[in-house]
């Protein structure tokens, strides 16, 4: 709608058992601040590019 991709057009479904445990260890180093750029660690983890998901 309006030019944003919706919730549907998602590349991966976050809520599988291996997607969770890679987000987690991601929120764990965010707990411990061993994070230094939560987007840039989510993206990574989760096979996203961040230059494709800005353009949009």
């Known amino acids: 709608m309006f030019g944003k ?22 929120y764990d180093r965010i707990v411990a601040g061993q994070c230094k750029d939560v987007v840039a660690e989510l993206d990574a983890a989760h096979g996203r590019d961040r ?6």
């Not at 230059?51 to 949009?56: D, V």
């Open 5 to 26: 991709k919706s919730q549907h057009e998602a590349s991966e479904d976050l809520t599988t058992p291996e997607a969770v445990v890679r987000g987690q260890k991601v």
């Open 51 to 56: 230059r494709s998901r800005r353009a949009s």
